[in-house]
């Protein structure tokens, strides 16, 4: 196995753990805020490319609005979601919180695909198609600058966590009863904390979108996502580029050598994999607090 | 008025402990009962084969789930991948020769003994965490079971299922399918019953309610979790040794993917949490609802002249379970067991209602 392939794996898995840590990066928010699983993630991050691409392309809008358009609309959705799903649940055992979530998962799966066709959509970003080379090593400029984007928006995700919102929705993340009683209004920061995780799932959506187009495949970013999460820690936002990194480059250097082995689609299980090792091994994750009650 | 309570004295404790104390329950089981024995001459073919049987197929693997997520409070999302193990290794083991009284038997061991593997690696943390590690164990499982040519043959294969004997009666054609999975759905059925009214049962209540509230009053909470998984894998095993057998009549692993555990999972949540009762009627209404809606949609759009795309109709089912899935848990968390049983309340005391508790 010679080292520029490798490397070229490497490096190319590390970009794209790098989009699917911004999938993951909505899990975190909201969990973070709320204490709440979001399992509707992937599909979330579904319905932020289909609707990129029906402004793109049924409204006929130009990418520089439609995008805006699309993120706008999407926060609005999440807010939504927050508003009209979650908050009946608050105290419900967490087994009926994750179902409500895994439901919507299913629900916008059989929605956007049935709505818009289940033909793939292309949504083009005007990124040229041609490779770019680094010595030998052949990197696709999509990854790339997919890969750029989501660390950028993952790292200005933690800036704000530094912002007085941010300081907002931590507090309310420690004991929500306590930032009640300071006035600090916990239901506006949760719902906020949903807004943001539809954001970046469909900045992810878009990436994704101008990779491999849009069908009901990027669900399935879903999976990635929560290995992501799972391994960064479920509360910890720099965990999440750290354990996308990992998780991209254990994926991709799977497929490239482990593949041709076994006849393929090593890259599947991967994630599952990983979640496994980490709640064997570290349940709380590389960064997580260790509060996560053992039985 | 229907479900009349007058007139019921409990003399001995065992009659105190019987299943349906009120006539009007027994005679409703009863009614049911005989009709679903005599349906294979009342009823169409077609209907026995295309509605029943995969109804007492599927309510049958909705109540091993609901063991494991009513009983036990433990969430499990890869149960598809739990039936796919009972299946393959019963077929397997008939291929080669074993009894299928045995194989299906083993086929449950199997599930029961991998499932338990996943949920040891599970049980160490908490319910969300149960969550993903059963998503991922029927991702792995799925993957192995595709590209191990050993399992099945091949990514693209399908094995046959050779005809099969059951204690000596042949196994083939509509009608003794048919009444073999009534009969396995029957036994399913009656051990859920009971279940709850064994000490086994009520430590699973326990630890679904409060986990260190029951480790407090001595129940070993991580022992009846693992049993719980057990079991309901087991039940899960042979379900789908029987799902084979009876109404798929091959495996290819694309039969068992995470579809077939949303499916159960959905079956599971709209029947209501922890009723035996609940499983059949959510079996019901999550495999026949998308049909029925499916006939209802195309009809009134031929109807208004509206041409409806195949995509959307294809995508019906996945929308329903998730509308379902989402409006009962908001709605009604307890599922179309306790509508009717809000029903059955209503019609205990009618039409005294101040008498309802």
Known sequence: MDLWLIGELALTGALVGLMYALVALGIVLVYKTSGVANFAQGAIAMTGGYATWAFATLLGAPLFLAIPLALATMFAVGFLIERAVLRHMVGQPVIMIIMVTFGMEIFLRGVMPGLFGVSVKRLDLGIPQAPLFVGEMLINRAYLIGGLASAALIVAAIVLFNSRAGIVMRAVSDDQGASWSVGIRVERAIAIAWGLSAGSATAAGILWGATQGVDWSLSLLLMKALAIAILGGLDSIPGVLLAGLIVGVCESLATGIVDPLVGGGTRDIVASLIILMTLLVRPYGLFGREQIERV | MLYRRAGIRHTSYRHERMLWPLPFDRTLVGVIAAFLLAAPFLIDRLYLVAYLLPWLIWSAAALGLNLLMGGAGQIHLGYGAVMAIGAYTSVHLVRAGVPFELAMLAGGLASAVIGMIFGVAALRVKTLYLAMSTLAMQYIVDFVIAHVPAISGG?????????????????????????????????????????????????????????????????????????????????????????????????????????????????????????????????????????????????????????????????????????????????????????????????????????RR
């Open chain 2, 155 to 355: 990514t693209q294969a399908t094995i046959q299922v050779p005809p099969v004997r059951f204690l000596g009666l042949r196994i083939e054609g509509d009608i003794a399918t048919y009444y073999f999975a009534l009969a396995v759905c029957a036994v399913v059925m009656l051990f859920m019953l009971n279940v709850q009214r064994t000490g086994f049962g009520r430590a699973l209540a326990a630890v679904r309610e409060k986990d260190y509230a029951a480790e407090v009053i001595g129940v070993d909470t991580f022992k009846f979790k693992l049993l719980a998984f057990w079991t309901s894998s087991f039940i899960g095993g042979v379900v789908g040794a029987v799902l084979v057998v009876c109404y798929l009549r091959s495996v290819s692993p694309d039969q068992f993917h995470i579809d077939l555990s949303v499916q159960i999972v959905a079956m599971v949540i709209v029947g209501g949490l922890g009723s035996v009762l609940g499983s059949f009627f959510g079996a019901a209404l999550i495999l026949f609802a998308p049909i029925v809606l499916n006939n209802a949609v195309a009809a009134l759009t031929s109807a208004a002249g509206l041409p409806l795309s195949a995509d959307l109709r294809a995508h019906i089912p996945l929308m329903l379970y998730g509308a379902l899935i989402v409006g009962f848990l908001v709605l009604e968390p307890l599922g179309l067991a306790k509508i009717y049983d809000n029903i059955r309340n209503y019609f205990l005391v009618w039409p005294f209602r101040y008498a």
